[in-house]
């Protein structure tokens, strides 16, 4: 009986590529990637390199021009749209560049609001929301709405929401890239400390050498490939490439 771990996520020989006009984009080249239970990995590489799209594709919210995407061992490249929004809803996170929240309700209700239409009871979703806000520092402001909330508040609101449905796995595009170096670093380090302790893995695109350099590995994609840059190479190796 193998003791192989099973990884959460895998990607096998991803490609993808648009059109603009008669011309052929190719932004994915035979990209392969597992992520582990419980690891934390940085996606870092030049703007433009492909890592939304590669986002986009892990998340289910693209198809690949060709390979498998395989969640906790499932094929699911070539799910329907209904497999598809179930494993989103159930298996996977979301963290974007800016919060999206919703500008009407609060951010307990936020936060609440995904585990509500996942099925969960108004107590028990109330209770985990207030939790992760707490554990994200927020404890004094979940009756606020986004408007009466800092940019470093609303992204700690919108991490909140991402693990309100108990992913196995997140999916962060720049989570911070749209904040002042000091509260980047604050909320960056937040995000890292409640996805270590709740025991989930991500895969965090970032242009923050330093940040990425405290996750489990730092995978580095360049024309269209995946470079998975060991430990004996130095992170600060990799500032030429933007």
Same mark, same amino acid.
């Given at each position: 009986?193998?003791?192989?771990?099973?990884?959460?996520?895998?990607?096998?020989?991803?490609?993808?590529?648009?059109?603009?006009?008669?011309?052929?984009?190719?932004?994915?080249?035979?990209? /392969?990637? +597992?992520?582990?239970?419980?690891?934390?990995?940085?996606?870092?590489?030049? %703007?433009? %390199?492909?890592? %939304?799209?590669?986002?986009?594709?892990?998340?289910?919210?693209?198809?690949? $021009?060709?390979?498998?995407?395989?969640?906790?061992?499932?094929?699911?490249?070539?799910?329907? *749209?209904?497999?598809?929004? +179930?494993?989103?809803?159930?298996?996977?996170?979301?963290?974007?560049?800016?919060? @999206?929240?919703?500008?009407?309700?609060?951010?307990?209700?936020?936060?609440?609001?995904?585990?509500?239409?996942?099925?969960?009871?108004?107590?028990?979703?109330?209770?985990?929301?207030?939790?992760?806000?707490?554990?994200?520092?927020?404890?004094?402001?979940? @009756?606020?709405?986004?408007?009466?909330? $800092?940019?470093?508040?609303?992204?700690?609101?919108?991490?909140?929401? $991402?693990? +309100?449905?108990?992913?196995?796995?997140?999916?962060? /595009?720049?989570?911070?890239?749209?904040?002042?170096?000091?509260? $980047? /670093?604050?909320?960056?380090?937040?995000?890292? *400390?409640?996805?270590?302790?709740?025991?989930?893995?991500?895969?965090?695109?970032?242009? @923050?050498?330093?940040?990425?350099?405290?996750?489990?590995?730092?995978?580095?994609?360049? *024309?269209?490939?995946?470079? *998975?840059?060991?430990?004996?190479?130095?992170?600060?190796?990799?500032?030429?490439?933007?």
């Amino acid at each position: 009986m193998s003791n192989k771990v099973k990884p959460v996520l895998e990607l096998k020989e991803i490609y993808k590529h648009y059109y603009q006009g008669e011309q052929k984009l190719e932004v994915l080249q035979g990209v /392969d990637l +597992a992520i582990l239970p419980n690891e934390v990995v940085a996606l870092i590489g030049p %703007s433009g %390199s492909g890592k %939304s799209t590669l986002l986009q594709i892990a998340g289910l919210l693209d198809h690949p $021009s060709k390979g498998d995407i395989l969640l906790d061992g499932q094929n699911c490249a070539a799910a329907n *749209d209904g497999i598809r929004t +179930a494993l989103r809803r159930d298996y996977l996170g979301f963290v974007y560049q800016y919060h @999206n929240l919703l500008a009407d309700f609060n951010a307990l209700e936020n936060v609440m609001l995904p585990q509500l239409i996942a099925g969960e009871k108004y107590s028990k979703a109330k209770e985990k929301s207030e939790w992760l806000l707490s554990r994200l520092g927020l404890k004094a402001r979940i @009756n606020h709405r986004p408007a009466e909330l $800092s940019g470093g508040e609303q992204q700690r609101v919108a991490i909140a929401r $991402s693990l +309100a449905n108990t992913p196995k796995l997140l999916l962060a /595009d720049e989570p911070t890239g749209n904040l002042d170096p000091h509260t $980047s /670093d604050n909320v960056f380090l937040a995000l890292l *400390d409640i996805v270590k302790e709740t025991g989930l893995s991500a895969l965090i695109a970032t242009h @923050n050498m330093e940040l990425a350099g405290k996750m489990d590995r730092q995978l580095l994609l360049k *024309d269209g490939k995946l470079v *998975d840059l060991r430990p004996t190479k130095r992170i600060k190796e990799t500032k030429n490439f933007y």
